[in-house]
């Protein structure tokens, strides 16, 4: 299976990448003379996001989240950009759906390669960026949906065990958001100094704007989930406590209750002489009264305190 893909339009060059492994990494080395260094960051573990400044291109580490619909977590992927005047290639384990599509897109339909494979490279950095965070609004979505449902559940029945695994789950997915989407906005301002003359970065302006609003609306909505879902941790947790406090004041009734019914009946059941009604003809039945009246005596003892 090929994993190396390559569109060439009026002197501009695309390479995708598919696979980050040794083998395709070392073939495209060879070709563009990139850096030992970048081609090893390029290979997993996943790096941090960064750009850096080689001697004929800029190297960018990027982060973008994906969602696994099966165990409904979010993890995250890398794609690394290599990017030149003339020439980009992009490195990533082919989960990005955004990316393929792009790279499709222009592979079938001349005029739209003819339109993003002009001025720069960056021009089609910036539209894969573009179509890369528009991805990211579903996701977000998506957990904002699962947030309401979680809500609604809360004070709809106690929390238990199901509730609490999903709020963790929730929790540990906009942490894993939050971790994949700091960087961005960082990396965007670098590119523009380091880059902004020799790529004519001033012609994409509009896409530089519309990436920073989205980095800017994207943080904030992470923020607004961080804040809902720490909400319900601790409306979860407070709700926890009543259930588990109603049932140790119950069992405290229980036992306050019992204990002194217990010793009377103790001390009727001592054989010694004078031990009284245990050799009258109802004595038992006395006894029984007098158990079931001392509990029911407590009982509305417990209620007019307001104990029950």
Not at 230 to 249: C, F, G, Q
Not at 267 to 288: D, H, N, Q, S
């Amino acid at each position: 299976m090929k994993y190396i893909h390559e569109l060439v339009h009026n002197g501009m060059v695309w390479v995708n990448v598919t696979r980050q492994q040794e083998t395709e990494l070392k073939e495209i080395q060879q070709r563009f003379g990139f850096e030992d260094e970048d081609i090893q960051e390029s290979l997993p573990p996943f790096q941090r996001p960064k750009i850096v400044k080689r001697s004929h291109y800029y190297f960018m580490v990027l982060h973008f989240p994906i969602f696994d619909r099966e165990t409904r977590r979010l993890g995250f992927t890398e794609i690394d950009f290599f990017l030149s005047g003339n020439y980009l290639v992009t490195v990533h384990s082919n989960s990005l759906f955004s990316v393929e599509h792009f790279f499709n897109t222009c592979r079938k339909d001349e005029a739209v390669r003819a339109r993003y494979f002009s001025g720069t490279a960056a021009h089609m950095v910036f539209e894969l960026l573009t179509r890369l965070f528009d991805a990211i609004f579903p996701i977000l979505l998506h957990t904002n949906d699962d947030i309401y449902a979680v809500e609604r559940k809360l004070f709809n029945r106690l929390p238990g065990k199901a509730m609490a695994e999903e709020i963790l789950r929730l929790k540990t997915n906009t942490v894993t958001f939050r971790r994949t989407m700091q960087g961005h906005r960082t990396v965007m301002d670098r590119l523009v100094l380091y880059a902004g003359r020799e790529l004519d970065l001033s012609t994409y302006q509009s896409y530089l704007n519309s990436l920073r609003e989205f980095s800017v609306e994207i943080w904030h909505l992470l923020e607004s989930q961080r804040e809902s879902i720490d909400a319900l941790h601790e409306a979860s947790e407070s709700l926890l406590t009543l259930r588990t406090n109603a049932v140790m004041r119950t069992l405290t009734i229980i036992s306050v209750i019992t204990f002194p019914l217990t010793l009377l009946a103790t001390l009727f059941a001592i054989r010694a002489p004078g031990t009284p009604f245990v050799e009258m003809p109802y004595g038992f039945l006395i006894i029984l009264f007098l158990t079931i009246s001392g509990a029911l005596g407590m009982l509305a003892f417990f209620k007019r305190r307001g104990w029950m």
